[in-house]
């Protein structure tokens, strides 16, 4: 059910908990914009916003190669989680070659873990 149908019927969003598919900035916008949502919960795996370092080097690697970094307005949580998913990805890969694993959908998995638990 949308913010504005809840907000409509009279429901108080401060009692609404979202997870992460009602909680992207697309949702708040359909609402009517952060006034009309003012109140609503939400709950996201990856960071909102642009202040995080990851984001920072990314917006250098752009500036280095003499391109424009995305805007404010192209980065969502929808670009963050994608970045944080890629981190992932990259780490479980390093992890599996650090160990001499055969780069793989099961090396990506179990390097990691073979990685966590030599280090323990």
């Known amino acids: 059910m949308s913010i504005r149908e ?6 108080p969003l401060s009692k609404v908990v979202s997870f992460v598919w009602g909680a992207s900035e697309a949702d708040i916008k359909a609402a009517g914009g952060y006034e009309v949502a003012n109140g ?8 909102v916003g642009l202040d995080f370092q990851v ?6 690697m752009y500036q280095a190669q ?13 670009y963050n989680r994608g970045v944080m998913i890629a981190a992932i990805h990259t780490e ?18 179990d390097g990691p873990e073979l990685a966590e638990a030599e280090a323990a």
Do not use: C, M, W
């Open 6 to 11: 809840l907000k409509s019927k009279g429901y």
């Open 92 to 109: 479980a890969a390093r992890a599996a070659n650090q160990l001499g694993l055969a780069l793989s959908a099961k090396a990506g998995k």
């Open 40 to 47: 609503y919960h939400t709950i996201q795996f990856a960071g």
């Open 66 to 78: 003499g391109k424009p970094a995305p805007t404010a307005q192209e980065v969502s949580v929808f």
């Open 55 to 60: 984001i920072k080097d990314i917006n250098a």
